[in-house]
């Protein structure tokens, strides 16, 4: 496990909010290259918004195929896949074969839920992603999932499977959220933006800042 947790800032649309989350400390951009959603960019446009900029690059995707992770991946300069949808384990399992780490979303509603996606990625995926539910989206929408009840069941998920913290995080609450969940990353979108897709800076550095003062 890593501690501090690493920090994601999402739904970057704008070179200068990119710039602005390097700044701050983030250790993951993300991008949503899934078509439709609010915050959606192509992946030739995620490669602008990027840049030059050190932290590890990671695109969304909702059951996006082979062919379209990878031409996607080259043109955005991907490091991280982020799935969103229904995806089959052995994708995964191809997509990290072509050098990609890969990130399984999971949209929480109760425990089992985790404890299901662990026993069907474990081993195919790098971590799970741990978002909210909500029927409107298949992320980004600010749900929180029940922290308490995976606390309860994190120590039982497989060795080697690492977890990321998502859904409804802001500079004032990713603290209690990842004392108990102890994850091995928090991710922030619309927990650090002004209006969707447009980032808040001072949010920004709040929410980093949040995350590396925490104590082991």
Not at 7 to 36: F, N, T
Not at 145 to 166: C, D, N
Not at 208 to 213: D, E, K, M
Request: glycine residues 12%; neutral net charge.
């Amino acid at each position: 496990m890593t501690w501090p947790p690493a920090v994601k800032v999402c739904g970057l649309m704008r070179p200068e909010d990119a710039l602005a989350a390097a700044e701050a400390g983030a250790d993951y951009l993300g991008v949503i290259l899934a078509p439709g959603g609010k915050r959606t960019v192509t992946a030739e446009r995620a490669n602008v918004i990027l840049g030059g900029l050190r932290p590890r690059r990671v695109g969304v995707f909702v059951d996006a195929d082979e062919a379209e992770l990878r031409a996607a991946g080259q043109a955005a300069g991907l490091h991280v896949l982020q799935l969103h949808g229904d995806e089959p384990p052995a994708l995964a399992d191809r997509m990290r074969a072509a050098g990609y780490e890969v990130w399984k979303a999971v949209r929480v509603r109760e425990a089992g839920d985790v404890l299901a996606a662990a026993e069907r990625y474990a081993g195919s995926a790098d971590a799970l992603l741990l978002d909210g539910y909500s029927a409107a989206a298949h992320g980004g929408t600010g749900t929180v999932f029940p922290w308490e009840a995976v606390a309860a069941i994190r120590g039982g998920l497989p060795a080697g499977l690492r977890i990321i913290a998502a859904g409804g995080l802001r500079p004032d609450n990713v603290a209690t959220a990842a004392r108990l969940l102890r994850p091995d990353a928090v991710d922030v979108s619309s927990g650090v933006e002004r209006e969707p897709g447009l980032k808040d800076a001072g949010a920004v550095r709040a929410f980093v800042q949040a995350v590396h003062s925490l104590s082991p």
